[in-house]
């Protein structure tokens, strides 16, 4: 997800995110923690991460397929 302020439209509270590109990672079951809902579906909750310049992104791919795994 790509972030910038005054984009769009928030419903309930502000997450107070910065300027950016988020991984999202699906939640299932009682989420706990800092979470978001994205439009279509605000009730699906998404744990999320910022990536960072110079972030290593076969890390972060890596990360990812363990989130998926993890279920």
């Known amino acids: ?15 107070h995110l910065v300027d950016g590109v988020y991984v999202l990672i ?5 989420a706990t923690g800092h ?8 009730h699906e909750r998404f744990a999320y991460f910022r990536l960072h310049d110079g972030q290593d992104l076969d890390e972060m791919a890596d990360f990812i397929v363990a989130c998926a795994g993890a279920r």
């Open 35 to 42: 979470t978001i809902g994205v439009a279509p579906n605000h």
């Open 1 to 15: 997800m790509i972030y910038e302020l005054g984009k769009g439209k928030m419903n309930g509270p502000d997450p």
């Open 26 to 30: 699906r939640l299932f079951g009682n």
